[in-house]
């Protein structure tokens, strides 16, 4: 691998608060070695559609504190075929960009896998996604953000869930992923939390109802919105058909939890693995996913970290239903 000179950064996929905390980090490190840097606008239709601004030290200030991302983000349909992977490559080499780091989840890692196979760019992926659902690092960009802002709704709706002794349903992000939910149900002491990797967690719940003439007290349920009986719609259908004298209510917290300023702990891991993307780059490393594992920088392939599956937390899961009761 020749001396990089001129990094591309790119983000892609879902945006996630701490975004440009890491863009930052990249910048200012990179210009530390006296390496340019380019921003990829609109994450892979960026590089296909030759939508390159240069970033500087001045332009990559006062974004710390920032969430979405300064560069836009997309999922691009053209970057699947191979004839849109032509294109960037062309516009890569047009502009002697000499690698390219992209923040984003398992699409970015996968996209930024094939594109190395195929054309050889150096490619290295930062974690950004609330979901924390990558292999690789304990942490990823925007989780520990999108968690606390789960946890505040929920306290508000707590406030209502008790003045009127409702039960709440309470839908969070979590596709293939009960982090989020787990989490912050936690944290807001939820009497249930539902989620994908934990199989009769319904029973599990409507056994922490008791009694079906049990005295009517107001309650929590986080439900991820991957979780295999259905969204959180379906299953307070489910629940209010064994218990038709309580009518639960249902909210969805959809986007806003992408959305806000980044937590002090996104924006610190933000940085680490910024700059942690270019030094690697520096020494000669590429083809990789940075993390952070036990407070330790730590890097995998990215073809490892797409083929690996995260390990949920049991241990939490159990203590989240001791304390609920």
């Known amino acids: ?189 939820a009497q249930t939390i539902l989620v994908p990797e934990v199989k009769d967690d319904f029973d599990v719940m409507l056994e922490s109802f008791g009694d079906l003439n049990r005295k009517k007290e107001f309650s929590i349920i986080v439900v991820a919105e991957g979780e295999e009986l259905g969204n959180a719609t379906e299953i307070a259908h489910k629940f209010e058909a064994i218990y038709p004298a309580i009518k639960p209510r249902v909210t969805i917290l959809g986007h806003i939890q992408r959305g806000g300023t980044p937590s002090a702990n996104d924006r610190i891991l933000a940085s680490i693995i910024g700059s942690a993307a270019v030094q690697n780059l520096i020494q000669g490393n590429h083809g990789i996913a940075i993390g952070v594992e036990n407070n330790k920088i730590s890097t995998y392939p990215l073809q490892q970290v797409i083929k690996s599956k995260r390990t949920f937390n049991f241990e939490l899961w159990n203590l989240s239903q001791i304390l609920s009761k």
């Open 1 to 189: 691998m020749k001396r990089v000179e001129k990094i591309g950064i790119l983000t892609s996929g879902g945006d996630s608060p701490g975004m440009n905390a890491c863009i930052r980090a990249i910048v200012r490190t990179a210009v530390s070695h006296n390496i340019q840097c380019v921003g990829v606008l609109e994450g892979f239709d960026g590089m296909i559609n030759e939508q390159f601004v240069e970033l500087t030290t001045q332009k990559a200030a006062n974004i710390l504190h920032r969430g979405g991302t300064i560069l836009k983000s997309s999922r691009s349909t053209e970057f699947r075929t191979k004839e849109g992977r032509e294109k960037a490559f062309y516009n890569i080499q047009k502009n002697q960009i000499d690698a390219v780091i992209c923040i984003g989840g398992d699409g970015t890692y996968t996209g930024a896998h094939v594109f190395e196979t195929e054309f050889g760019v150096p490619m290295i992926g930062c974690p950004g996604t609330i979901d924390n659902d990558l292999f690789g690092t304990d942490y990823t960009i925007g989780f520990h953000t999108a968690v606390d802002t789960v946890v505040n709704a929920i306290d508000k709706l707590r406030d209502t869930a008790e003045s009127h002794n409702m039960v709440f349903f309470v839908e969070v992000m979590g596709r293939h992923c009960g982090d989020i939910a787990l989490m912050a149900g936690l944290a807001a002491g």
